[in-house]
């Protein structure tokens, strides 16, 4: 078992940043590739960020690209999402995800989810 707490979030202005961390425990983190994802109100789950379990490989969504940054710290057990230049649109709850075998864009894949950290982006 891995659990997965997210914080980080909460209101910023749009054109602001935030900086999400997930803390793992359980279970080997480093064995573990992690990911970023977004629900919006009305809207279904998307794919936000993915890192490869070293942290040697990174991988975005296209809306997100050059703007948010996915880090790791194996040794404290955590996964860092680095959120800049925000817009009013990506409000939503921000939630992580670990899968062992490999990354995966589609959160179906994931074995084990955070509860979640809510991020309001004013306009």
């Known amino acids: 078992q891995v659990q997965l707490v997210e914080s980080g979030g909460g209101l910023v202005q749009a054109g602001g940043s935030l900086r999400l961390s997930c803390a793992a425990s359980?279970?080997?983190?480093?064995?573990?590739?992690m990911g970023w994802f977004r629900q919006a109100p009305g809207k279904e789950r998307e794919f936000v960020a993915i890192i490869t379990w070293s942290g040697g490989s990174t991988y975005y969504a296209d809306s997100v690209k050059g703007r948010f940054t996915i880090s790791r710290d194996n040794a404290k057990n955590t996964v860092y999402l680095q959120m800049n230049s925000l817009n009013a649109e990506e409000t939503a709850v921000y939630y992580c995800?670990?899968?062992?075998?490999?990354?995966?864009?589609?959160?179906?894949?994931?074995?084990?989810w955070g509860q979640g950290t809510q991020v309001t982006v004013s306009s």
């Open positions: 995800a670990a899968r062992y075998w490999s990354g995966s864009r589609d959160g179906n894949d994931y074995d084990y």
């Open positions: 359980g279970r080997t983190f480093s064995s573990y590739n």
